[in-house]
Nanobody, 122 residues
Framework: QVQLVQSGGGLVQDGGSLRLSCTAS????????MGWFRQTPGTEREFVAA???????YYASTVEGRFVISRDNYKNTISLQMNSLKPDDTGVYSC????????????????WGQGTQVTVSS
C-alpha cells in the first residue's frame, strides 16, 4: 500500500511558474513509476509527465520543454516544476504510482494523491 500526499498548486498568471510535490508513505516507493496527470470537468485524466524508477522522464508533448519532473528517493517525493504556464494548463493535478511499467495511461496507476487545483489566468 502506498499513500500519496500532494502539496503546491494554486493560481498564477499566464507565463508564471508553480511547483507541485507528492510525498509517498508506505513501502517500495523506489520501485514505482510516478506520474502526474491533470483533469478538467467532463474529461478523463490526461497524462502530463512521469518518471520511472530508473529516473527516465516522460512528458506529454504539450508540456515538454516547460515542465520538469524529478524524484528524490531519500525523501520519497516527486516534484513537478511548471514553467511558462498557459491557461490551457489549468486543471486538477494528481500524482499517481504505477508498478505496471505502463507510463502514459491513468488506468495503469494503482495509487493516487488527493489532487490539487492549478489555475492559470490569462
Amino acid at each position: 500500500q502506498v499513500q500519496l500526499v500532494q502539496s503546491g498548486g494554486g493560481l498564477v498568471q499566464d507565463g508564471g511558474s508553480l511547483r507541485l510535490s507528492c510525498t509517498a508513505s508506505g513501502h517500495s516507493f523506489t520501485a514505482y513509476t510516478m506520474g502526474w496527470f491533470r483533469q478538467t470537468p467532463g474529461t478523463e485524466r490526461e497524462f502530463v509527465a512521469a518518471i520511472s524508477a530508473g529516473r527516465t522522464a516522460y512528458y506529454a508533448s504539450t508540456v515538454e520543454g516547460r515542465f520538469v519532473i524529478s524524484r528524490d528517493n531519500y525523501k520519497n517525493t516527486i516534484s513537478l516544476q511548471m514553467n511558462s504556464l498557459k491557461p490551457d494548463d489549468t486543471g486538477v493535478y494528481s500524482c499517481g504510482a504505477s508498478d505496471s511499467g505502463v507510463v502514459r495511461s491513468s488506468y495503469a496507476y494503482k495509487y493516487w494523491g488527493q489532487g490539487t487545483q492549478v489555475t492559470v489566468s490569462s
